[in-house]
């Protein structure tokens, strides 16, 4: 029954432009006598007032439009049950109003297709048509000053007004009183069947400006979950500080992201929830028993926790998780469709299961080494003939650097860009200068130490390794670096350096040589340099050592460069394990744990704990940018059991377990902050009077000298940001979002490490400046440092093996052995390269994982809107894109002064990977704000 009530408004109280005279009310049955108060002028028809002060001309001026007053109720705002049933009886009663119109922006990713943004033809179409797409409500930021309750919201379903090549638009219409106040939030619900990417919300018709929210977030279909999504706006609140009305929906959407009460089971592909898990899904223990991993995560293998996914655990271990279906990541999380269709997700995804596949059908001796040099630059020049693959034209498209086609014959051919290292310098691969010039602006320069202790010496138990004492002994030394200094002064004068792996390394050497079915081998190893009047470092040893096993004794010898053609050639096998170590530590330990894997705790933390208002969070949130992702599809395709780490890299089964073991001896928190990590290594001791306080061993060194001005950059910012949110200290010690946060990262995410004393309290502005410049560093500069070079560096086998595959000539030789050596050293140099299959398997692993990504997003880039609305935040920000516009001048300044053999000189590729922007591409430059390859 359909009655119709009458209101009276002075068209001249009102600023609202659509106030219509007459209302049509359904299931009306009371009419109660109005408040006396001016705008309360509505009652609801249940007795209740309709939202107060806020909601009372809305509650019928947006029926009027569709608008409709709800009652919020808690989080799961109630739909629409109830209706106006009052109508205002004098002038006094009514109320200004403002239009306000929602623009809500939905993004078409990749080819203006509706069907790329999820909606369905039928059903979504019908919806969309009918005007019912989405429906919005306003969210007061306040509570009603007067009975403390949260206003009622603004309810408008949102129509479909237009779509161009790049998004559609949605438009719902509000009027809004004046006395809604601020709007705090905006609830969403998809009415749609898919899920839609919801790009921006803008509202317009406020007198002061357009109000702009960003969710950049997927929002579910209404049918996969009833919850609707919450919508913050742009401004950043600490948890003391958030408006009245928003207390309840901040701590409600932390619940929902923390998955709380949501039930044990596999995560579906629509859920946004954030948990912990150990690293128990790199096993397949169900397909073949040798396929079993140890769990990582726990006392004897300690390991960063990473998303929990909520699948089944195998049959055959209960401790593990099965590798069925695809991997979970909370919806956010995954990469954007420009990102799917032109790199990483899919490029990976194909390249692991389609082309990687396909070169090993194509090679009938998966062991089968290179047979002499030149079929290594075959790779280059003429390109490996691929079997017929499917879906070849979406590959082409995917890996246009790798997959080349030959059209007339069908065949695909796999041909490989010239790494830029092999293009300056045919010849570096085998320079010893460039082996040391490597380890302080190539691929892993966060390896290299000063030695501080002689003899050096091993910590390994003497019973089980054998003797700890080094064969790199001082008579040795001297006999290298004779003439020039000795020993004592060279130490005293921090000229001696060295590269590590063998403590780390040895417990693993007979392990891996007892694995079957993989042609490998390990050492013990160390790499000794000595600085040069020049600033570079020159080669003193390598050390190579086996610990007793098998009925054999220790076995341990200490190579030089030597100028006999014997020993120069043991000299250059010795050069390729060292090398095969340092780039398995470099992938495993330098690359994977320590900024992949050990940022994924952080990432689940914040969203688990620092509400999206929460100005940490924002802070934070663009440098988490799909990682979560990409560690997923390592876990899948890299680190998984079999797969191209296991099959390439010299510790195979035991690589990541090997990750596991550095993590646990090496990985600490504090250390990982730039300085921290120069002086831990000692090449850098506090000076108050060197640049950023730091004094370093070795004047050129292009990481530290680039680092530390991104690092300083990155702390100026930090600084500025923190200081505005937390003026007073005790600001961070009540609040509680940021302490749970801390708590969390330390005793969960990290859990392994939680009762380290290392562990930095959260009790100031200065703690937390530390803690964030330090993630920050980690995901930006540090992650950019070791990975973006990978192709440039790695790209040519024999400049970094991945795996050395047979020991060394000199190691309990038979005479036919030697022999052989003797006559060919060169086939024993290509034999202990490895195969041809691992080495474009690894090649071409290592092009995708060098390619930026067009939709990569640079650090001091893009301003984030919450801190372009707020204008100190704004200017610190201008400030800190603009120190490092200054440091990509820097960097080029550097590499064009010669002083700096380190970075400039005859076929030396110039230091560019800390340069903040490039081109997309593997372009061995650009400083992504993100771990998003
Ligand atoms: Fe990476």
């Known amino acids: 029954m359909t009655k119709t009530y009458s209101i009276l408004l002075d068209p001249f109280i009102t600023k609202t432009k659509m106030l219509k005279p007459q209302l049509h009310h359904h299931h009306s049955n009371s009419i109660q006598p ?6 309360n002028a509505l009652l609801a028809g249940d007795g209740n007032t309709c939202g107060g002060d806020s909601g009372s001309a809305a509650c019928f001026l947006s029926l009027n439009k569709l608008s409709l007053p709800i009652k919020r109720n808690g989080f799961h705002a109630a739909r629409p049950s109830r209706q106006i049933k009052a109508i205002a009886a004098d002038k006094s009663i009514a109320t200004t109003t403002t239009n306000v119109k929602a623009i809500i922006t939905v993004q078409i990713t990749m080819g203006g297709l509706i069907s790329s943004i999820g909606l369905t033809k039928g059903l979504d179409d019908i919806t969309d048509l009918l005007g019912k797409s989405l429906l919005l409500e306003l969210v007061a930021a306040e509570v009603d000053h007067r009975t403390g309750l949260a206003k009622d919201t603004i309810q408008h379903y949102a129509h479909r007004s237009g779509i161009d090549l790049k998004d559609v638009k949605y438009v719902a219409e509000f009027e809004v009183p004046e006395d809604f106040g601020q709007i705090g939030a905006i609830l969403i619900e998809n009415e749609h069947h898919k899920e839609m990417y919801l790009e921006k919300i803008e509202l317009e018709g406020f007198s002061n400006d357009t109000i702009t929210i960003n969710p950049n977030s997927w929002v579910h279909s209404k049918f996969d979950n009833p919850e609707k999504r919450i919508f913050f706006t742009n401004k950043s609140y600490l948890p003391s500080q958030t408006p009245s009305g928003l207390k309840d929906l901040r701590e409600k959407d932390l619940a929902s992201l923390r998955g709380d009460g949501v039930p044990e089971g596999p995560r579906k592909k629509h859920d946004r929830i954030y948990d912990y898990d150990v690293y128990n899904d790199l096993g397949d223990p169900d397909r073949k028993p040798e396929l079993a991993r140890p769990v990582l995560g726990t006392k004897e293998f300690p390991y960063p926790r990473r998303c929990k996914t909520g699948r089944p655990r195998t049959k055959s271990d209960p401790l593990s998780e099965s590798r069925s279906g695809g991997i979970y990541v909370p919806r956010d ?72 086609s030959i059209e007339d014959t069908q065949h ?70 004779g003439g020039i200094i000795p020993i004592e002064e060279a130490l005293k004068q921090k000229k001696l350096f060295i590269i590590d792996y063998h403590d780390i390394l040895l417990p693993y050497v007979n392990k891996v040589r007892e694995i079957k079915d993989m042609r ?105 940018r799909y990682t979560m992702e990409i560690n997923a599809l390592a876990r899948e395709s890299l680190i998984n059991c079999a797969g191209i780490i296991e099959s390439s890299f010299s510790p195979g089964k035991y690589s990541i377990e090997l990750s ?168 024993e140099l290509l034999a202990t390269f490895p195969s041809q299959l691992q080495a474009s398997q690894i090649m071409s692993v290592l092009d995708v994982l060098s390619n930026h990504s067009p ?79």
Request: charged share 25%; glycine share 6%; proline share 8%.
């Open 34 to 39: 109005l408040p006396t108060r001016q705008h």
């Open 660 to 827: 596991s073991v550095a993590y646990g001896q090496l990985w600490r928190f504090d250390k990982e902050a730039l300085p921290e990590d120069l002086i831990r290594r000692g090449m850098a001791e506090e000076d108050p009077n060197s640049p950023y306080g730091l004094k370093l061993a070795i004047k050129d060194y292009p990481y530290a000298n680039d680092g530390l001005i991104l690092w300083d950059a990155i702390k100026t910012w930090v600084t500025d940001y923190v200081t505005h949110y937390y003026p007073e200290p005790n600001l961070i010690t009540s609040d509680h979002e940021l302490q749970s946060w801390w708590t969390e990262i330390r005793t969960v995410g990290h859990a392994d490490k939680k009762d380290e004393p290392w562990w930095p309290n959260l009790q100031t502005p200065q703690d937390l400046i530390k803690i964030l410049t330090t993630i920050i560093w980690v995901t930006s500069g540090h992650h950019a440092s070791v990975n973006f070079g990978q192709y440039d560096y790695g790209g040519y086998v024999p400049g970094r093996p991945t795996i050395a595959r047979v020991k060394m000539p000199c190691e309990d030789p038979t005479d036919e052995t030697w022999e052989r050596f003797k006559h060919k050293p060169e086939k």
């Open 855 to 933: 939709d990569e997003e640079y650090i001091g880039e893009k301003m984030e809107p919450s801190f372009e609305e707020n204008l100190k935040i704004k200017a610190a920000y201008e400030i800190f894109a603009g120190k490092l516009k200054e440091l990509e001048g820097i960097i080029d300044g550097r590499n064009a002064d010669e002083r700096l053999r380190n970075r400039n000189g005859v076929g030396i590729p110039p230091y560019q990977l800390l340069k903040p922007v490039s081109k997309p591409g593997v372009t061995g430059m650009g400083v992504p704000n993100s771990i998003s390859i």
């Open 520 to 624: 490998t081998t390990l050492y013990g190893s160390r790499l000794l340099m000595f600085l040069t009047p020049y600033g570079t470092l020159r080669p003193v040893a390598i050390e190579l050592v086996r610990p007793p096993g098998d009925g054999k004794p220790q076995w341990k010898q200490a190579f030089t460069p030597r100028w006999d053609s014997t020993g120069a050639w043991l000299w250059k096998l010795a050069k390729v394990h060292f090398l095969a170590h340092d780039t398995g530590i470099h992938q495993l330990v330098s690359h994977w744990v320590r900024t992949h894997a050990c940022t994924e705790p952080y990432i689940i933390a914040s969203n688990r704990q620092l509400s999206a208002m929460h100005p940490i969070y924002r802070l934070l949130h663009p440098h988490f």
């Open 412 to 481: 695909n051919i796999l041909r490989f860009e010239t790494p830029a290292i092999l293009h300056k310098d045919k010849f570096s691969w085998i320079k010893d200068e460039e082996l040391c010039r490597q380890t302080l602006a190539g691929l892993h320069p966060c390896a290299i130490q000063a030695v501080k202790e002689w003899p050096l010496k091993s910590q390994l138990d003497p019973d089980v390794y054998g003797p700890p004492e080094s064969a790199i002994t001082k008579e040795l030394v001297e006999e290298v670096i």
């Open 333 to 404: 999380e995954a990469f954007s469709e420009l990102k799917n269709m032109t790199f990483s997700a899919r490029t990976l995804y194909s390249l692991m299961h389609a082309v990687i596949p396909s070169i090993q059908t194509s090679m009938i001796d998966q062991e089968l080494p290179f047979p002499h040099f030149t079929s290594i630059d075959c790779l280059y020049r003429d390109g490996l003939h691929m079997p017929q693959l499917e879906s070849k034209g979406f590959l082409r498209t995917a890996l246009p650097r790798l997959l080349k």
